[in-house]
């Protein structure tokens, strides 16, 4: 369930808070880092996830 909720957290109150003028340009500056850091790491894990699965029928 945290899972879910967290990331509906940020999707929802940045990009609000961007709109209305309301968010720091120091996070509007992180954010491609954050994202790109992000992006590797979960590239990094699906790639270590391929090298130990075994086929289901084995």
Do not use: E, K, N
Request: hydrophobic share 60%; glycine share 6%.
């Amino acid at each position: 369930m945290l899972t879910f909720i967290i990331p509906i957290a940020f999707l929802t109150t940045f990009p609000a808070a961007a709109l209305i003028g309301l968010l720091d340009p120091l996070y509007l500056a992180l954010a491609p880092v954050v994202a790109g850091v992000l992006l590797l790491a979960s590239r990094l894990f699906w790639r270590v996830g391929l090298r130990s699965y075994t086929s289901a029928s084995s």
